[in-house]
């Protein structure tokens, strides 16, 4: 064992007595000496610590850095260099870099901000997810999962920028994540929704009405939804091309582009709404300069949900939300008989591997999308139920009787 540096007393030619110090590198080996410039040792010492916590301490070289010393700057949109990087090939959004700088800021640092980078192995992240997993906060593996991919980029990068040697993240995988317990919505609840009386579970407000319609339909994501607008609403179909959300109007999730068929009845009630909003937004209160607020539209599900008889304990206890109409969509579809290619191509939730393959995809092969649409939103009367031919009819009478005697 031995410190970070060694003094050493020498007499120059002017015949001054001045400190010098030697250095140890990542390696231990000795290195040095150079000069401190002062005449005690005290003074040197002090000289010493300061390039220490400047990360200074070995001339023309600069130390390893803790955690804390190597992200600075980290996330910052305009300047941090891994972001400056990945926008030379991919696009991002400032959403990306906001959500890393708050888990850095709030996770990441306060645990290993101290650890010199070389010091952050395989063992300790392991140990970090223990740490996480017993907090009071009570993480979900999930979120637990998110927090460790911000601390693998950021490793990953300090392994390509030549700082640390090995990649301890190699020798660790992620949690498993928790499973979700979700039970979609009916189809006999869809059509109670959107069929049988509308105007009751929707207030007769077409905006969240269709809004609610048009994700069940074609599986899109709330923001999708919302940042649909008139000129995008043809004969026949729609184009998906953006989205709205609290960064604004920009590319989808998957920044991917397409045509989706939809049935006539759906194509009215988006065009009624063009006629309001013209070609700007088309859920919008306002003319269209604007969307309806994502907490709004998921509210009107709830009471509509609530409405059809459907209680709140049950919502939460199901797992209801805006973007169980994405699984509603996916079952509605795959029951009818298209194929997995034809549902993603609908849908666009597809690995990033097939991403180009499904750009070639022949939209003719969804000629079976508006049919799924008008057998959902075709009103079907309940059929009352035949009594088994095996099985004598009890009458009421009967049947009280029965009980009497039970």
């Not at 410190?3 to 040095?32: C, E, H, I, M, W």
């Not at 899109?220 to 995008?232: D, P």
């Not at 999730?253 to 088309?282: C, W, Y």
């Not at 849908?347 to 591997?353: M, V």
Request: charged letters at 30%.
């Amino acid at each position: 064992m031995h410190n970070d540096y060694t003094l050493v007393t020498r007499r120059v030619p002017s015949g001054k007595k001045v400190v010098y110090f030697y250095a140890y590198d990542q390696d231990g080996k000795r290195r040095g000496p150079w000069t401190t410039g002062q005449a005690t040792k005290t003074h040197a010492r002090n000289y010493c610590n300061r390039l220490i916590k400047e990360g200074r301490l070995l001339p023309g070289k600069q130390g390893m850095p803790t955690f804390a010393e190597y992200s600075q700057g980290w996330w910052e949109w305009d300047t941090c260099a891994y972001l400056k990087d990945r926008r030379k090939r991919h696009v991002l959004t400032i959403g990306y870099a906001v959500k890393g700088k708050r888990i850095l800021d709030n996770q990441l640092v306060p645990y290993f901000g101290k650890m010199r980078l070389d010091k952050i192995t395989a063992d300790v992240i392991d140990k970090w997810f223990d740490y996480l997993s017993e907090s009071e906060q009570k993480f979900k593996t999930s979120t637990i999962n998110g927090f460790y991919a911000t601390l693998l980029t950021m490793l990953k990068w300090a392994v390509r920028k030549k700082i640390i040697q090995s990649d301890p993240t190699l020798e660790i995988s992620k949690l498993h994540n928790d499973p979700k317990h979700l039970e979609i919505i009916t189809r006999k609840e869809f059509k109670a929704l959107f069929v049988k009386d509308w105007r009751g579970p929707w207030g007769s407000n077409l905006i969240y009405c269709a809004a609610n319609k048009l994700a069940a339909l074609t599986g899109m994501r709330i923001s999708e939804v919302l940042g649909l607008k008139g000129e995008y609403v043809y004969d026949d179909h729609i184009f998906v091309c953006a989205q709205y959300d609290k960064w604004g109007y920009r590319p989808t999730k998957t920044k991917d582009k397409t045509n989706i068929p939809l049935a006539p009845e759906m194509i009215a009630d988006l065009k009624r709404l063009v006629s309001i909003n013209g070609q700007g937004f088309l859920f919008s209160e306002d003319g269209g300069s604007k969307p309806i607020d994502n907490k709004r539209l998921l509210n009107s599900l709830y009471a509509a949900l609530v409405y059809i008889g459907i209680t709140k304990t049950e919502i939460k206890k199901r797992g209801l939300c805006f973007h169980a109409w994405r699984h509603f969509c996916n079952t509605e579809l795959l029951k009818a008989g298209l194929t997995i290619p034809q549902v993603q191509a609908v849908t666009r939730h597809k690995t990033e591997r097939m991403t180009e393959w499904y750009n070639h995809f022949d939209a003719s092969d969804l000629a079976k999308v508006p049919m799924v649409h008008a057998s959902l939103l075709a009103d079907e009367p309940e059929k009352p139920k035949d009594p088994p031919r095996d099985e004598p009819v009890l009458s009421l009478v009967k049947v009280e009787e029965v009980e009497k005697t039970a």
